[in-house]
């Protein structure tokens, strides 16, 4: 009796687990679905893979991150259309695609994202590191994304993306020798 009793706890244990249950988390304006946390992981994605495309010197990928008539702004100047995007990050990095000796890379954080159905906001923040003179790894400049994203095909992309640099690493000056 005491087994079957303890096998009845189990199973009903077991079912409860297997019920789908909405997921529940609380931001500062109410709770969220499951399905919204899912759209916010897939653009968390997005904005990862931006960073790390763009260092593999993956830029046909990197472009296509971009809807057709997306924009982008920044250091690099303004480029409206994915072939304009591809067409401004090849005449930055080359079109080789071969990735420099000495590679730098992006490191994305701080990032807030908003959905609304098919279309989202991002905000977070990049840092690119770069080998320094010796050899160590410094920062090389740092700022922020802000982004407007919109759902096509199933597919996060970024309608527009502009990025501010707020840090630029500058070598210190050579030492002047005393006379």
Known sequence: ??????????????LALSVPVPVQAQSGDGAISAAELSDREQIRTLLLNYGRYLDARQLEDYANLFVEEG????GFG??????????MMQEAFGSSGEVPENPGFHV??????????????AWSRWTFFMKGADGQAVVGSAGRYEDTLVRR????????????????YRPAAEPEVAK
């Open 108 to 121: 994305m954080t701080n990032m807030i994202v908003d959905t609304d159905g098919d279309t989202a906001t």
């Open 153 to 168: 095909d199933g597919e996060w992309k970024f309608l527009r993306r502009k990025t501010t640099s707020d840090i630029y």
């Open 71 to 74: 924009a982008w702004e920044g």
């Open 1 to 14: 009796m005491m087994k079957q009793a303890f096998g009845g706890i189990l199973l009903a244990a077991g």
């Open 78 to 87: 303004v480029a409206e259309g994915r072939a304009a995007i591809l067409a």
